[in-house]
């Protein structure tokens, strides 16, 4: 007898959850409504942003799903390179002055297939003698890189600065390998 009970509770349980459903899902009228906003939550008001859900014992709470805010506008930053040169030892590189907000600096890419480790001294010069110099070591290796003096408050117009790249052997010698400038002429232009 008890198993018939349970049979009973059970088929109505069911039959009185089927409306909750129908009431959860919200109409769907030939497009009218995609049932994510009607119905029942909408009656509850639980349509609006989303909300975080009490966890079941033992699990974390899951976080409210909330709108991405959109990411910062990144400053426009200008740049003037010389062309890429290579040497015949199997140095790649090629030299820029970036202007971005009242800031200037100079930039070298490099790509160093020479099968040694070399120097860099990249050096910016601007308006009324002004300098910056920084030494990168350039691994052996022909991965990419970069040399970047640090950024500097703008004394003049973009066209007012030039960038030098060199690239040499770090010994006494110091063999120069390549020079790369931001206003090299491009091969052909003389």
């Known amino acids: 007898m008890n198993l ?3 049979g009973i509770g059970a088929g109505v349980l069911i039959i009185l959850s089927l409306p909750l459903a129908g009431a959860i899902a919200g109409p769907d009228f030939a497009g009218q409504d995609d049932g994510k906003g009607g119905g029942l939550f909408k009656t509850l008001g639980l349509s609006g942003p989303a909300r975080s859900s009490p966890a079941p014992a033992g699990r974390p709470a899951e976080p409210a799903a909330t709108e991405q805010p959109r990411p910062a506008e990144q400053p426009r930053t200008d740049s003037r390179c010389g062309p890429e040169l ?3 030892q199997g140095v790649e590189a090629q030299t820029c002055v970036l202007v971005a907000e009242g800031q200037t ?3 070298s890419y490099y790509r160093n297939t020479s099968g040694r480790a070399l120097d860099a001294v990249l050096t910016v010069m601007g308006p009324a003698g002004r300098t910056v110099q920084i030494r990168c070591p350039v691994g052996a290796g022909d991965e990419p890189g970069l040399c970047e003096t640090p950024k500097e408050d703008s004394g003049g117009g973009p066209e007012s600065y030039s960038a030098v790249a060199e690239f040499a052997v770090p ?9 790369s400038g931001s206003n090299s002429p491009a091969h052909g232009d003389g």
Request: aromatic fraction near 6%.
């Open 171 to 179: 010994d006494d010698e110091g063999q120069l390998l390549l020079r």
């Open 105 to 107: 600096w100079g930039r």
């Open 4 to 6: 018939r009970l349970i």
């Open 86 to 88: 290579t040497s015949p």
